[in-house]
């Protein structure tokens, strides 16, 4: 099922290519907030599941081209982003410590949203396509070989980030107000068959540029699920995002139009807007791709000697 | 004002040494549970703050020493922290500005127990820290009018385990550093603006049984309170409820181990006292930063 929210934050589910409205079918879930709502259909969904199906199969929808989605997790508490978790198409042959970091909330976009690129002078602005994975209860301390009973479902997340503002902040390098594009809409776990070997494709204006599978991740699933939650606990509707594979980064830029899919997670579509116009070259960052993959040892992440 | 959580997450107004049950006050304020009831509540300050002052004279009185205090804000939208924002004995010149997020999942209360997780880290710290909760929603804040957007004030620790995740391609490594369970405690209550004169000169203390280890002034922090809420405010919205916690002051830092009691108190504030637990009871010499370093100095070997 492909779970949503759609105009005004009204909850959806999509049925070929409609939108079926659910806010009566989940009226009585308690919501001070759209992401209660969410959260609180993801904790209790073996009670909605049959109802939706049932009432989405039986009502005519709202054609997707005359509403606008919006972010499927507009607030969760976390946030998690795995960082440098991809052997970069198996040139990292031994996997590095785990690591993580947490990305504001409040950056979440939706769909057809604009990332704003900040005013400051950052080397470059690059975009990171990555699977994300919606938590589907309370998770603390979860074994591995018990970690996909504790996944809800999967959605494309864009980790868009700022270099060179700090030499090593992920907070000032992640965190900017519309920096994490989400949608467009959240998809049930039965439904993707290998979340393990999912290909993860994002174009700028058309162009591929990053074009990896989640089966190069350095630390599979549920290892990361048990490490990220042997330090946080995480709740229903928490996200934690796998990281990205680097070998496709580039620039973003004023006007660009970025496009990302997980396998059939639906496609994601956001603007780029930035009022100082600046402009990088178009390519993908073969720098930053060289050093990550350890072919080189200096340049990239912003560093490139390129006139940036 | 004084604002607590109590026993089975009552709302209630401290007065002296008696709390006042202000729940059937608040009780119309949407929410699902004590987190944003309590973010509802300052989103609607102004329309409350009255009735509430007059909780003594309006609500049942309970002598403070018979309640169980909880944590003020037990799920924040986010908890930011400031990043070495003291000159002290590990900076000798100001740096740039610069935070992190930590976990909201990490939070506990007055009187519960830091559990040291079994991670490799080379040494637990408490970090005492002014934690300045946000008053309304709002981006790019001019410094000068930071403390428009200022709430009130409460005791935080930030918990910190160091040397973990070290090599991996981002060498910014706080969220394994920083956002274990249990690693946010907060309280004993939410002290509101107007009761804190210049929270810039306020003096912040920790103590590990009983034993002075931080002991500074928030007049050392090198981008003051206004530009500090500024910068970070350019870079993520700040909302109603967020804790935002002005860094500490390092000399005074030193190991947590297992059995100790930790107090900590900002001048008006109140005493916030929590406990620490670790399965493996590994053991640290109880030394501060800059008690190491005095050792280093005379030779004797730490």
Known sequence: ?308 | MKLAYFNDFNLGIIENDYIFDVSEMVHDIPHLGPHDLIKGLIERWAEYKDLLGKASILSKKIPLAKVHLRAPLPKPGKIICMARNFMDSQSDKPEPLNAFLKSPSAITGPETTITLPNAPAAIFEHEAELAIVIGKRASNINSKNAYQHIFGYVNFMDISARGLAVGNLATDTFFPGKSWHTFAPIGPYIVTEDEVENPQALDVKLWVNRRLRQDYSMQGMNHTIAKSIEWVSTITPLEPGDVFCCGTNHTGLGPLQNGDTVEMEIEGLGKLCVHVRDPLKRTWPPLTRAEKVSLKGTGETE
């Open chain 1, 1 to 308: 099922m492909k779970l949503l929210f759609f105009n005004n934050f009204i909850p959806g589910v999509l049925k070929d290519d409609t939108v079926v409205d659910i806010s009566k079918i989940i009226s009585d879930i308690p919501h001070v907030t759209a992401h209660d709502w969410m959260a609180g259909l993801i904790s209790n969904f073996s009670k909605y599941r049959d109802l939706i199906q049932e009432t989405a199969l039986g009502s005519s929808g709202i054609p997707l081209k005359k509403v606008r989605l919006r972010q499927p997790i507009p607030n969760p508490i976390n946030l998690v982003c795995m960082a440098g978790n991809y052997s970069e198409n198996g040139a990292i042959t031994k996997a590095k410590p785990l690591n993580a970091f947490l990305k504001s909330p409040d950056s979440i976009i939706g769909p057809e949203d604009t990332v704003i690129l900040p005013s400051q002078q950052a080397d470059i602005f690059h975009h990171e396509a990555e699977l994300a994975i919606v938590i589907g209860k309370q998770a603390m301390n979860v074994k591995a070989s018990d970690a996909y009973e504790y996944i809800f479902g999967y959605v494309n997340f864009i980790d868009i980030s700022a270099r060179g503002l700090h030499q090593d902040s992920l907070f000032i390098g992640k965190s900017w107000n519309t920096f994490g594009p989400m949608g467009p809409y959240l998809v049930t776990a039965d439904e993707v068959e290998d979340p393990q070997n999912l290909p993860v494709k994002l174009w700028v204006n058309g162009n591929l540029r990053q074009d990896y599978t989640t089966a190069d991740m350095g630390v599979d699933i549920p290892r990361t699920f048990e490490w990220v939650t042997s330090i946080v606990s995480l709740n229903p509707g928490d996200v934690l995002s796998c990281g990205t594979n680097h070998q496709g980064l580039s620039a973003l830029q004023n006007n660009d139009l970025v496009q990302m899919e997980a396998g059939r997670l639906g496609k994601l579509t956001v603007n780029v807007k930035d009022v100082l116009d600046r402009t990088w070259q178009r390519e993908i960052d073969k720098d930053t791709a060289n050093r990550v993959a350890e072919r080189t040892t200096t340049g990239g992440f912003g560093q490139s000697p390129a006139n940036f």
